[in-house]
Structures are given as structure tokens and as C-alpha cells.
């Protein structure tokens, strides 16, 4: 239903910032998610930073504070500024769209928040590689 492509990637040294975006085809109606994930080669995908058609955001621990997750405001365009950058954030870093989990009528709400869990997401970009070192 959505396409994606990431772009932004590069070398940056400890303690410096890029900013990666990722271009989107146009959404479909309804509850969307879309998110941020990183991997590095024998690892798992790790979920960063997640955004939904809400503005609402949610972001793994490891970058809380670091990286910030953004969308236009037609959600052409997703983006990822991140600071303060450590060698441990290296990885292939990945955008992706999919749907926030249903909840049950006892909660009130129809549809969770968008989480940091591969499962939600069927849709991904090609990825575009981050290396931090010095």
C-alpha cells in the first residue's frame, strides 16, 4: 500500500548528528504507524522511534532523548534526526510503515499505540547504512 525509500545514511565521528528521511507513497485511510528500525549483520531488527497519523511518538531506551522521529505533514516524507551519535548506534537503519495493534472494546479505544515490534510493520524501505566511529 506504501512504498518506501530511506536516504541520509553516512560516517559521522562519536558525539556528532544526521538526519535520514525516508519518502513515502501516498497512505490509505484509516490507523497507520510508521517507524524507524536498525540492524546489524547476526542481529535482530531493533525497533528506534515509532510515529503515528497522530503525531504521536515512541522511542526504544537506547535513543530516548538522542533521536527524534518526524513526519510532513502529508506524510510524504519520514524522518529521522539523530544526535549525539555513539559507535553502537551503527547499524542499517531501516523506515517502515504498518498498523498499531486493535485493543479490545474494554479499552475503550479501538487501536494501540504504534510499538517498537516487527510484527506490525509489512512494510519496509532497502535501508541506507549509519556508521559512527572515529
Known amino acids: 500500500q506504501v512504498q518506501l525509500k530511506e536516504s541520509g545514511g553516512g560516517s559521522v565521528k562519536p558525539g556528532g548528528s544526521l538526519k535520514l528521511s525516508c519518502a513515502t507513497t501516498e497512505w490509505p485511510g484509516g490507523r497507520t504507524c510508521m517507524a524507524w528500525f536498525r540492524q546489524l549483520p547476526g542481529q535482530e531488527r531493533e525497533g528506534i522511534a515509532t510515529?503515528?497519523?497522530?503525531?504521536?511518538?515512541n522511542y526504544a531506551v537506547s535513543v530516548k532523548g538522542r533521536f527524534t522521529i518526524s513526519q510532513d505533514n502529508a506524510r510524504n516524507t519520514l524522518s529521522l534526526q539523530m544526535n549525539s551519535l555513539k559507535p553502537e548506534d551503527t547499524a542499517m537503519y531501516y523506515c517502515?510503515?504498518?498498523?498499531?495493534?486493535?485493543?479490545?472494546?474494554?479499552?475503550?479505544?479501538?487501536?494501540?499505540?504504534?510499538?517498537?515490534?516487527?510484527?506490525?510493520?509489512?512494510?519496509w524501505g532497502q535501508g541506507t547504512q549509519v556508521t559512527v566511529s572515529s
Open positions: 517502515a510503515a504498518g498498523s498499531p495493534p486493535p485493543l479490545p472494546p474494554s479499552a475503550g479505544m479501538l487501536w494501540g499505540p504504534c510499538l517498537l515490534d516487527t510484527q506490525l510493520y509489512n512494510n
Open positions: 510515529i503515528d497519523d497522530y503525531g504521536e511518538t
